[in-house]
């Protein structure tokens, strides 16, 4: 499946942003959050060493997967990708790559947000298509 995402303004929009959360889903649907510090490497995010066994199982199960940077200082937009995992196989030091669908940037709307957004908060397509932020 072809990303759609613009690679180019993803960059531009995580610079300043130290970690984010893998979220992956368990058996019973529960989200699972980890922290990471994730990086991009041109149409990829990579994860070094996972851990964590949990989100090593919910992988085995399922690849796909969010990622999640809060905003580096209050008011700043979240950005969240979604996209499918490949896991090396090396237990512990499994290492993910991940290959993004979708990302936006997402924060509670204020009355500087710019208007017409697709949701209910100030909200940022970074698709190939998108304009603003």
Same mark, same amino acid.
């Given at each position: 499946?072809?990303?759609? #995402?613009?690679?180019?303004?993803?960059?531009?929009?995580?610079?300043?942003?130290?970690?984010?959360?893998? $979220?992956?889903?368990?058996?019973?649907?529960?989200?699972?959050?980890?922290?990471?510090?994730?990086?991009?490497?041109?149409?990829?995010?990579?994860?070094?060493?996972?851990?964590?066994?949990?989100?090593?199982?919910?992988?085995?199960?399922?690849?796909?997967?969010?990622?999640?940077?809060?905003?580096?200082?209050?008011?700043?937009?979240?950005? $969240?990708?979604?996209?499918?995992?490949? #896991?090396?196989?090396?237990?512990?030091?499994?290492?993910?790559?991940?290959?993004?669908?979708?990302?936006?940037? $997402?924060?509670?709307?204020?009355?500087?947000?710019?208007?017409?957004?697709?949701?209910?908060?100030?909200?940022?397509?970074?698709?190939?298509?998108?304009?603003?932020?």
């Amino acid at each position: 499946m072809a990303s759609n #995402v613009d690679f180019t303004r993803l960059a531009e929009k995580l610079v300043g942003y130290d970690y984010a959360y893998l $979220i992956t889903v368990d058996t019973e649907n529960r989200p699972h959050p980890v922290p990471v510090m994730p990086t991009l490497d041109g149409e990829t995010v990579r994860i070094g060493a996972l851990g964590g066994r949990r989100s090593r199982a919910n992988l085995a199960r399922s690849s796909d997967v969010t990622l999640m940077w809060p905003p580096p200082s209050p008011g700043g937009y979240t950005v $969240i990708v979604d996209g499918t995992a490949d #896991v090396s196989d090396a237990g512990e030091l499994a290492s993910v790559a991940i290959a993004p669908s979708r990302a936006v940037l $997402i924060r509670v709307a204020t009355p500087e947000s710019p208007g017409e957004t697709p949701c209910y908060s100030d909200c940022v397509d970074l698709r190939l298509t998108a304009q603003g932020a």
